[in-house]
């Protein structure tokens, strides 16, 4: 298969290096930047770069843009795909994304599968690629009613060969409802953790809570600002479901309700202890 | 030095590991666990078991029980221990348990130096304890304006030997502001993450984010629901702070302010980014 990778950042230069290393497809890079595409050639992450014209030999292009520049670059660039071939989208959030590009592919004969590899680091750019970002991630597909079946079978096979551990398939609705709350919600929250006063006085103190708390504070705010307000809706419901948690723990600690308080930090324990019980099954089920 | 260890714990078991494997000092256990201080016998992490009478054999005696049950053995046993030597403890709060033991104990010429070693584990009890659990940690200290610079520096002088990286002197009112910020809000604000409905639907859809930010939601509610009463005052003031931070981003992506939504993001990169630096010259310019 040949396979086009644009936007060679952390995700696609992970996975033009994971491709290469690990599978027999041709890997082509387009990049805004020469001097990336320069290092991917030499580091034999691609065979070779192309101009928006060469996608036309491609039959998979993945696209790893941010979510604005990801639709604005289908969109432009829609005659350049083959009519018969697959384009792909690597976005946090799939619903707007979806909704954007599938009919204007679709017109042309070509078939839009979005996906979201459950993966990153807290640095970004090719620099910080690695081929070995997906190994035990999962991977998440969101097919629309009339995404062709062979189309989400050639990217599902692609993303078990670049050694994905787990393939999610869900609507674009229900995964956006879902990152809401396992990853907006946690960059929110660890956001605006860090915004304390004390922050400046904690010198020495910080252990291994804090650190877990407020990594990913450190975050790309023009990428996440984009994600946020394209999901606003399932975000505001989990914002103000854990601000009024909050709220309850608040109360509890204000009213020195020893038993109250007792019983909110168990609910939690027991959520928590369920959950990641259930994350082993569901890893023992994995294909 | 004969040292005394009161409550065979993670901590209390992992002072006796560290203790017998780093250190010449003799190491006498005491717990309500026959069975605990057989294994701790068995594993060579005590020299011998003692009763509380034989407190007055030790030149250091390092409670490590819960809050409550910390204040309550110390007054109790007051009359065991030797004058003239340390008794020390190792609370998450300070401020509570130095007000109650100090004057108690000076009365009988025994000094107490409060000390919160930052290190744990998700997992409780002597079976987890490591005699590593120390290593890159932090100590600190909260020595009373009377409590002897001799006592201090034995207390001092131990930590180092028996692996902590930093030790780092304060009051037991400062202490207490700073661990409610990096530690008790994160315990507080995990524990509230998991209580979201979207909890029971994302199997497969955790990344590293949503890991991290409820990894200490598994708490004991015994220990913590007396460490957040103990220090009230200062984790309302922070719970009350991110509650107020959190209500700023939401209404930014209520009004799709992008401009603000993108500066609340900055503001919060910037300030872990700083503190990410200065732990790191903190670090370099630890003894």
């Known amino acids: 298969m040949n396979i086009a990778v644009v936007g060679l950042g952390l995700i696609g230069g992970s996975l033009c290096k994971a491709i290469k290393h690990r599978t027999k497809h041709l890997c082509f890079g387009l990049d805004k930047s020469g001097e990336t595409l320069h290092a991917a050639l030499n580091q034999g992450a691609i065979d070779r770069v192309i101009e928006p014209e060469g996608l036309s030999q491609a039959d998979l292009t993945l696209v790893c843009l941010h979510p604005r520049q990801t639709i604005d670059f289908i969109l432009e660039n829609a005659a350049h795909f083959r009519p018969g071939s697959i384009v792909a989208d690597v976005c946090g959030v799939k619903k707007t994304v979806v909704d954007q590009v599938t009919l204007p592919l679709r017109q042309r004969g070509v078939s839009f599968v979005g996906t979201h590899p459950m993966a990153g680091r807290e640095f970004s750019g090719f620099a910080y690629s690695l081929d070995s970002l997906f190994d035990r991630a999962s991977f998440i597909i969101t097919p629309s009613a009339d995404t062709p079946a062979p189309s989400i079978d050639a990217v599902k096979a692609l993303a078990k060969e670049i050694g994905f551990a787990r393939i999610v398939l869900t609507t674009p609705q229900e995964h956006d409802r879902i990152i809401a709350f396992t990853s907006q919600l946690a960059h929110v929250v660890s956001n605006a953790y860090v915004k304390s006063p004390t922050l400046k006085k904690q010198g020495g ?44 723990y608040r109360q509890a600690i204000a009213n020195e309700d020893a038993d109250g308080l007792r019983t909110l930090l168990r609910e939690g324990r027991e959520l928590k202890e369920e959950s990641l019980l259930e994350a082993k099954e569901t890893k023992k089920a994995a294909p």
């Open 205 to 248: 103190f910080t252990g291994g809570s804090f650190q877990d708390l407020t990594r990913v504070a450190k975050l790309n705010e023009d990428m996440w600002t984009t994600l946020f307000l394209m999901n606003k809706d399932p975000l505001l419901a989990e914002i103000d479901c854990i601000l009024e948690k909050l709220a309850e």
